[in-house]
């Protein structure tokens, strides 16, 4: 079963608004959580590590105060793309690290965001 | 520059057929290699995970290889099935030394199409 859950599956919003997705660790505690970014035909990309109780790391050109996270318990991380535009569509996927794990495994089934 | 390099970039084959995924890299130093299963707007799915001292892993259908000197990979799958059509990812596990968690370097993929 899945290890990964990652809420919701597609979201369609218009510009200007936001929207919070949600990626869940079913079976054990995730300390770290990563956010991906994937445009089509081309790989994942990281943007930032999500930390249990502690501020995000994001990587380079990632900007944090548009994409906020919020990783408030050890299954629960969020990501809100704030003020969304249409350059935001993409796909949004999360994986985890289980806790005492050192390399992240598992992959949610992505977030499908358009913005119109 | 750590790398991940894979070939073909696209790939189509007939059912029944088998094939050969290629994957260079240039990440130093490495803990794991693993390759991925992506369905179209879905999350990726490990099939394989090859440590340094490991040559070869299969799963099924899929065998991986894995040559640490020379810094290559391969994924074979035999008899393809229409439902092999996916994208094919080879990724590699970068240790980072602050944070405490491997860094996943990504390769563009494969996309591999099977046809009746």
């Known amino acids: 079963g899945a290890v990964v859950s990652q809420h919701p599956s597609w979201v369609i919003c218009k510009s200007g608004t936001s929207v919070k997705i949600e990626c869940r660790s079913l079976?054990?505690?995730?300390?770290?959580m990563f956010w991906y970014r994937q445009f089509p035909k081309q790989s994942l990309m990281l943007m930032a590590t999500s930390n249990e109780g502690s501020k995000a790391t994001y990587e380079q050109g990632v900007e944090k105060d548009k994409f906020l996270i919020n990783h408030a318990s050890l299954t629960l991380s969020t990501l809100t793309v704030t003020s969304a535009h249409p350059e935001d569509s993409s796909f949004y996927i999360c994986s985890v690290i289980q806790t005492g794990g050192s390399s992240p495994l598992h992959f949610g089934n992505g977030t499908r965001l358009t913005v119109t | 520059k750590n790398q991940v390099e894979q070939s073909p970039q696209s790939l189509i084959i007939l059912e029944g057929k088998n094939c050969t995924l290629q994957c260079n890299y240039t990440v130093s130093p490495f803990s794991n290699l693993r390759w991925y299963k992506q369905d179209t707007g879905r999350g990726p799915v490990s099939l394989t995970i090859m440590t340094f001292s490991e040559n070869t892993k299969s799963n099924g259908r899929y065998t991986a290889t894995l040559d640490a000197d020379t810094k290559q990979s391969s994924l074979h799958i035999t008899a393809s099935q229409l439902s092999d059509s996916a994208s094919y990812i080879c990724v590699v596990s970068h240790p980072m030394f602050s944070g405490g968690y491997n860094k996943l370097i990504f390769g563009a993929g494969t996309r591999l199409a099977v046809h009746p």
């Open positions: 079976d054990f505690q995730a300390t770290t």
